[in-house]
Nanobody
Framework: QVQLVESGGGLVEPGGSLRLSCAASGRTANRYAMGWFRQGPGKEREFVARIDWTGSMTAYTDSVKGRFTISRDNSRNTVYLQMNSLQPEDTAIYYC???????????????WGQGTQVTVSS
């Protein structure tokens, strides 16, 4: 069993930055692939970024490439999402997810966090 707790959301102006954190607890949490999803107003939840348990393999959805960076610190059982050049269309609830399989993480992860709101507005 893995528990995920996100933090770091908030209100930011267009062009600004935020860093989201996701703390994982559980005996083998640092061996799980981790990722971020988001659900904007009136939209379905979508994949944003993922990282394998070693931290060496990452992937992003096209709309955030070059602006968002996913990373992890296994000594802290924490995954991060650094978000730069934020735009109003990035406004969403951001969810952390975990799964033993990197490939399954993108489609149906086993574990979800409760979400953190990110609002980009002037």
């Amino acid at each position: 069993q893995v528990q995920l707790v996100e933090s770091g959301g908030g209100l930011v102006e267009p062009g600004g930055s935020l860093r989201l954190s996701c703390a994982a607890s559980g005996r083998t949490a640092n061996r799980y692939a981790m990722g971020w999803f988001r659900q904007g107003p009136g939209k379905e939840r979508e994949f944003v970024a993922r990282i394998d348990w070693t931290g060496s393999m990452t992937a992003y959805t096209d709309s955030v490439k070059g602006r968002f960076t996913i990373s992890r610190d296994n000594s802290r059982n924490t995954v991060y999402l650094q978000m730069n050049s934020l735009q109003p269309e990035d406004t969403a609830i951001y969810y952390c997810a975990a799964d033993p399989s990197l490939s399954l993480l993108t489609t149906r992860p086993d574990y979800w966090g409760q979400g953190t709101q990110v609002t980009v507005s002037s």
